[in-house]
C-alpha cells in the first residue's frame, strides 16, 4: 500500500488488490480564512467568491465527475472508475506508473492534440495522471471538465498511438 496526495484529493494505492481509493481533501482552515476575509463577496470584481465552494467540495466534485464521465463514456483513454459514492470516495482501478519523462511524454501529447492540451497543462503535463496498459496510455485523472472536452476531442488519437512510435515520429 502506498498514498499519493494532490491539490484536492488523497489517493491509497492497494497494488495486491489492483484499486485505488480517492478520497476529496477537505480545506476547512482555508475556507474559513477566506471567509473572515471576503465573506460571501468575491475577493477580485466580476467574480463570484468560489473559493468557499472549491476549498471544501472541489475534491468531491472531481471524484464525482470522474465516475459520472467514465460511465457516460467508458472511454478506452479513462484509467477504469468502478464505484463513487456521490464523491465521498472513489474506487479505481490501480495503475502501473507511466514511467516516462515529464518533458517526453508533454512533447507528444501536446503534438498528438496540436497544442490544445495546453490549456488544461495541470492534468496533461503530469506524468503522475497517467499509466501504460500494454502498449496504451491511460489518464487517471480526468474529473476536472477541461480535461474532459480535451479527452472528447483527442481522447482516441492519445489511446490508439503506440507511444513509442509517435515519439520517433515527432522527433522526425
Not at 59 to 82: A, I, K, Q, S, V
Request: glycine share 8%; proline share 5%; hydrophobic share 35%.
Amino acid at each position: 500500500m502506498y498514498t499519493r496526495r494532490g491539490k484536492n484529493r488523497f489517493v491509497i494505492v492497494f497494488p495486491k488488490l489492483g484499486i485505488a481509493v480517492k478520497l476529496p481533501l477537505v480545506h476547512a482552515i482555508r475556507a474559513a480564512r477566506d471567509f473572515l476575509t471576503y465573506g460571501f463577496k468575491p475577493p477580485f470584481p466580476g467574480e463570484y467568491n468560489k473559493s468557499l465552494t472549491e476549498h471544501l467540495f472541489k475534491g468531491m466534485g472531481d471524484n464525482w465527475r470522474e465516475f459520472t464521465y467514465y460511465l457516460r463514456t467508458r472511454h478506452p483513454f479513462l484509467h477504469e472508475t468502478y464505484f463513487s459514492l456521490f464523491g465521498l470516495f472513489n474506487i479505481q482501478r490501480a495503475g502501473v506508473p507511466c514511467g516516462r519523462s515529464m518533458q517526453e511524454l508533454w512533447t507528444e501529447i501536446d503534438s498528438l492534440t496540436s497544442g490544445d492540451a495546453f490549456a488544461d497543462a495541470h492534468h496533461f503535463a503530469n506524468v503522475s495522471n497517467f499509466c501504460h496498459v500494454g502498449d496504451h496510455l491511460k489518464i487517471i485523472d480526468y474529473g476536472h471538465p477541461k480535461t474532459q472536452e480535451i479527452i472528447d476531442k483527442y481522447g482516441s488519437k492519445l489511446y490508439d498511438c503506440n507511444h513509442g512510435r509517435c515519439l520517433r515520429e515527432i522527433a522526425a
